[in-house]
Structures are given as structure tokens and as C-alpha cells.
């Protein structure tokens, strides 16, 4: 089953060329979420061949122009090209007033069923909990509200072994507790375990972003081993002191939020436009975590 994140944005605060603001895009088991919107993320959509009418849920960190700015374009582009699919849009508190602002002066109405989820800076909240997953966002500390977003694969109980079940002749009534948990006895009394009737199910995945933030252990527990963890990396150590003030983290503590969460692994992004060469930031990251990727615009990470 797929389950894969595709960087459409890395870049913070101003402008670089070729380079895009926040933004990701998460596929699992062909249901689409989107991750933050910076300016031209909708671009990022159309260049990649991403039909905007599958995305069901977007999810936005915080109000710095960087990881929203793209999302009145987005929301408009869907209503002009005559959506009518429901959209759930998680953010802070704000973000709704703003963009009904936005319409109010266009004179426009979305006719889409558009909902507005606000999420809370304080606490961790579980905002989405379908069949096959739940997301759930966590406090980040930034200078202003700003959440982070977990995604977690749900169990999935597991596949009867079709041989076995004829094998043993096993009445069609007791599948669903066998599914379950249970065992079977026949008739002479042996026990056939759970285990011994099921394939075992696929060990399960989950995702976690965490955007702008002062790197802390106040939201460790949030994320705590998650089999992918992108964290924001603006600055080199050496920048330390600006990490500090602006309420972001080096390369080097993103490396030590991984290892103190015990993350399968860690991409790194948000870069600072002052950057052109990202090598060092890996180097950074790798001295405390190894299995540390840099994530690079347009493409997809396996999760
Ligand atoms: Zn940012
Ligand atoms: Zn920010």
C-alpha cells in the first residue's frame, strides 16, 4: 500500500529562484493531503499532474506568509474549476477570517462545501480518524501559534490463510473472531493458534512534520517513534544564536530531535534562502543522526 510524502516546497521566508515555500503532498493508499501551502504550491500541483479534486484535507502549520500564502489561490482555482467534492481545511485560529476576507472582496463564493477545523497550539488534538488513518497535530515552538502533524497508519485486521481455513474445514461462524484474535479448536480438541491462521499484517507506518519550530523536547512524545520525521533545518549550527531568536533549529538539533524521538528516519528541509549549498546541512545532521536525507523539491519519499 502506498504511503509517500512528495516535496512541492522547502524553501522559507523569501524568494529563492527555482525554489518554492513549504508544502507537501502525502499519499496513502491514493487518498491525498495536503501539507501547508506556500505561494505557488498550486503551480507545484499542475507541474507534478496532481488532479486538485482528490485532495480531501489540507492541513496548515502557522500564518507566516511561507507555508499559507498559496492557499486563497488554491481554494479558488478549485471553486472556479466547478469542484463540488467537500474540503476540510485544519489551521489556526485566523486563518478562516482571513479567507473569507479574501472572498468577501472578490465579491466570490466558494459553492464547494468548504469547512474550517481550527487547530489548537496548546495541546495535541486528533483532527482526522478515517478507516485507514489518523492525524493528529501537536504544539511546535514558534513565535507565533504553530502546530505540527502526525499521520499514523491504522491496524488492519489480518488476512485468513485461504488454504488453512479449507484445510481444517473451519465453519464459516468463527472467521470473524479467528480475524479477531482467536483461536480455533476443532472437533479432536487441537488448538490452531491466530498466528497460525492468518498471514501477519504489515507493520505500520506513520509520518510526522514538524515546521517551524525552536528545536525542544516539549513535543518529543509527539513523536516519538515515527517511521518518517520531517523536521525544519533553517539554519547551520554556526547560525545558532539566529536559530535562537527566530525561534527556528540548525541542522545539528534537528538531528538530535530525531535521535531523542528514535525516528526511523529524518528528512530535513526549510532551508534559509541565505543558503545555496545544502551538503553541510546533511553533514550536520548525519554527525548525530545517520539516516538523514535532504529533501529535494519535486521529489517522493517512501514512507
Ligand atoms: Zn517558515
Ligand atoms: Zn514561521
Do not use: W
Amino acid at each position: 500500500m502506498i504511503f509517500e510524502v512528495l516535496i512541492l516546497g522547502n524553501s522559507s521566508a523569501t524568494p529563492v529562484y527555482k525554489r518554492y515555500p513549504t508544502a507537501q503532498l502525502i499519499n496513502h493508499n491514493q487518498q491525498l493531503f495536503l501539507v501547508d501551502c506556500g505561494e505557488g504550491t498550486q503551480h507545484r500541483l499542475v507541474q507534478h499532474g496532481i488532479k486538485t479534486n482528490k485532495i480531501q484535507h489540507i492541513f496548515i502549520s502557522h500564518l507566516h506568509g511561507d507555508h499559507y500564502f498559496g492557499l486563497a489561490g488554491l481554494l479558488s482555482s478549485m471553486n472556479l474549476a466547478g469542484r463540488e467534492r467537500p474540503l476540510t481545511v485544519y489551521g489556526p485560529k485566523g486563518l478562516k477570517e482571513i479567507l473569507d476576507m479574501h472572498f468577501l472582496y472578490a465579491q466570490s463564493t466558494i459553492k464547494y462545501p468548504l469547512r474550517f477545523i481550527e487547530t489548537d497550539p496548546e495541546k495535541p488534538a486528533l483532527l482526522l480518524d478515517t478507516k485507514e488513518i489518523k492525524v493528529q497535530s501537536f504544539p511546535l515552538k514558534h513565535r507565533i501559534p504553530c502546530t505540527g502533524f502526525r499521520f499514523d497508519e491504522k491496524e488492519k485486521k489480518p488476512n485468513l490463510i485461504k488454504e488453512k481455513i479449507e484445510e481444517l474445514q473451519i465453519p464459516v461462524g468463527q472467521l470473524a473472531e479467528i480475524k479477531n484474535g482467536g483461536d480455533y479448536i476443532d472437533t479432536a480438541g487441537r488448538i490452531f493458534t491466530h498466528e497460525e491462521l492468518t498471514h501477519p499484517t504489515p507493520k505500520l507506518r506513520s509520518y510526522a512534520f514538524c515546521s517551524d519550530t525552536r528545536a525542544d523536547d516539549s513535543y518529543i512524545p509527539f513523536i516519538k517513534n515515527v517511521s518518517l520525521l520531517y523536521h525544519e533545518a533553517t539554519f547551520l549550527d554556526e547560525l545558532k544564536d539566529r536559530a535562537e531568536i527566530t525561534l527556528h533549529t540548525t541542522a545539528l538539533e534537528a538531528g538530535e530531535v530525531a535521535a531523542a524521538a528514535q525516528a526511523g528516519k529524518l528528512l530535513i528541509g526549510h532551508y534559509s534562502s541565505r543558503y545555496k549549498e545544502f551538503e553541510p546541512f546533511l553533514e550536520e545532521a548525519r554527525s548525530v543522526f545517520t539516516n538523514t536525507e535532504l529533501t529535494v523539491e519535486g521529489s517522493s519519499y517512501s514512507i
